[in-house]
């Protein structure tokens, strides 16, 4: 069986979960015995082995572009070129709208069925479609949903969302969620808890891209409500974003001083340190396709207080392995907060819990197995179709 | 031999004919009278009746909105290719492209296409950006002459119709291409 990916995110071209995703689902198909090519974003033409996946890196900056969408359409016309001698391919599988040119063309080139995994749509992120850019990126993804055999979706929230914003029946649309890295349940500190707080202090952390739709503004105002409850705590804030300085002001008019860190973007290693040494982490995004930073959280058995919408509602239990809250709710986050900090049983059953639910169905091994079954599946189908 | 020609535009009844309009269909007529197959690929949502014996396919774009031009031609270009599949049979000896948008189109047609798998692909440039507009101050012009020196240097051969157009590709892409000025003459040379 030989798959062809096409991804504009691959390492070390990494920009947000996606890259992530390409990789490890890659890898994981590679041991089941797939032959994986990816085609990716490069700065030359060239083609390297990455652990037995094909990379096809596509110079994708060859010529002059206005504005996003151009620059996604020439380099999907790059790929296009580039893959032109690639021959028995089996499946062709994109990853959201940047790859869905390409994969459509190339669908139609092999006849072979083309799967698309949708991590996240346009109307989705943005709240709707105010812009001639976001109405073209929108009628590109539901094209990419018309044109695929299965979509894949990572949540039950975003098959709702694709259902009702792109029109996708559901009888074309398979569940298979995100996935960690197996490393990730027995990771060790690779720093001291000292470099990042006093021995006495509870630490509560947040980590993802400082913008609204993440709600890192309803960390520290919940923070700054538990502070007049708890006194020995410290918040530290991981990642950067547009919303960095709008958070600093906040966290200065709050009174909140030296309680709240903020680190800017840190390497794996250190983020994965600092949840290790944490007491909390607190992720109340306002729009949350899949969520794999709280289940990042959740392999390392850290209690976490999760968003009530989107993805963590597929895998999170309340009160069981962790805790949902309405994200735009200080007070709910403050309270939930408090009682964690203060109950360490409880913490700690929640915390092992979650683990518990990470090991038994949320590492990439288990999921590229559900995708390997999913490319057998589609491929037979394909043998019996007259096309 | 079997000719297949790609360009945004072709006459269509009822709209004033633009040049690119002109220069396609009169071309393709020549390309006829010589004996050969023509068929062009077009884009458009209503199907053009064929002219002159020449046989004209509209191809459907399901994208409607585009944020500018650059992201049009490019886009554009590539849902002709996406959808033409069914629509043509058989193997062509020559590919026939006009301007960057016709000319992405037939480059990706014989990327991706069995049909043009092995055709020659011939550019034909009414102008170019540097003599349309001021690609020095203007971003979006900037970016078409950008594309355009890309795309003429992937084309087997590149035909201009003036010679500030030959010269501008010398002198701005740095590529040689043919001064072609009358319409039936071009169509002995693409098709000796």
Not at chain 2, 76 to 92: C, D, H, L, P, T
């Amino acid at each position: 069986m030989r798959v062809l990916h096409l991804s504009w995110e691959y390492p070390p071209h990494i920009v947000g979960g996606l890259g992530r995703h390409v990789y490890y689902i890659t890898h994981e198909l590679i041991r089941l015995g797939v032959k994986i090519d990816v085609a990716t974003v490069g700065y030359e033409d060239t083609h390297v082995i990455d652990e037995g996946v094909n990379v096809h890196l596509i110079d994708a900056f060859k010529v002059r572009v206005p504005d996003f969408t151009s620059w996604v359409h020439s380099f999907n016309i790059f790929m296009m070129m580039d893959l032109s001698h690639i021959s028995d391919v089996d499946a062709i599988h994109v990853h959201d709208w940047l790859t869905a040119p390409a994969g459509i063309v190339l669908k139609h080139r092999f006849k072979v069925p083309l799967i698309a995994t949708i991590h996240a749509t346009e109307y989705g992120r943005r709240g709707g479609l105010h812009s001639l850019e976001s109405r073209h990126i929108h009628e590109w993804e539901w094209l990419l949903a018309y044109e695929a055999w299965k979509v894949i979706v990572c949540s039950s929230y975003m098959a709702n969302e694709v259902k009702s914003v792109l029109g996708v029946p559901g009888d074309k649309i398979v569940m298979i969620p995100n996935g960690i890295d197996k490393a990730l349940l027995s990771f060790k500190p690779k720093y001291d808890r000292s470099r990042y707080a006093y021995p006495w202090e509870l630490l509560i952390v947040f980590y993802g891209r400082l913008v609204y739709e993440k709600g890192p503004d309803s960390v520290i105002r919940a923070f700054a409500k538990l502070l007049g409850r708890i006194s020995n705590i410290k918040l530290i804030i991981i990642g950067d974003g547009p919303m960095r300085e709008y958070l600093v002001n906040l966290a200065n008019q709050l009174g909140l001083g030296s309680k709240v860190y903020f680190t800017g973007k840190v390497s794996d290693d250190e983020l994965y340190s600092i949840i290790a040494h944490s007491n909390l982490v607190i992720l109340p995004s306002r729009y949350e396709p899949f969520g794999i930073s709280a289940l990042e959280a959740m392999a390392l058995g850290k209690p976490l207080i999760a968003t009530n919408r989107g993805g963590p509602t597929d895998f999170i239990r309340h009160m069981e392995n962790g805790v949902l809250i309405n994200p735009d709710n200080p007070d709910e986050i403050a309270y939930y907060a408090e009682m964690l900090l203060k109950d360490e049983g409880l913490a700690h059953r929640l915390a092992n819990e979650a683990k518990g639910t990470i090991m038994k169905g949320y590492t990439w091994d288990i999921i590229a197995k559900r995708t390997y079954e999913l490319y057998k599946a589609i491929i037979e189908e394909r043998t019996k179709v007259n096309w | 031999m079997r000719i297949i020609g790609f360009s945004w535009e072709y006459p269509r009844i009822g709209s004033p004919l633009t040049d690119l309009q002109y220069l396609v269909a009169s071309l393709s007529s020549a390309l006829k009278a010589l004996g050969h197959e023509v068929i062009i690929i077009t884009q458009g949502s209503s199907q053009t009746p064929d002219f002159d014996r020449v046989k004209v396919i509209s191809v459907g774009l399901p994208i409607k909105d585009y944020p500018n031009v650059v992201s049009y031609g490019l886009s554009s270009s590539i849902q002709v290719v996406a959808n033409m599949r069914y629509k043509v049979n058989g193997e062509f000896n020559k590919i026939v492209c006009f301007e960057w948008g016709g000319c992405i189109m037939g480059l990706l047609a014989k990327a991706t296409q069995p049909c043009c798998l092995n055709a020659e692909v011939n550019c034909i440039a009414l102008s170019t950006e540097y003599e349309r507009g001021d690609p020095d101050s203007d971003i979006i012009g900037s970016s078409i002459a950008s594309i355009e020196g890309w795309v003429f240097r992937q084309c087997d051969r590149v035909y201009g119709l003036k010679q500030r157009t030959v010269d501008d590709f010398k002198s701005r892409f740095n590529i040689s291409a043919d001064y072609v000025p009358a319409i039936d003459e071009l169509a002995r040379v693409i098709t000796k």
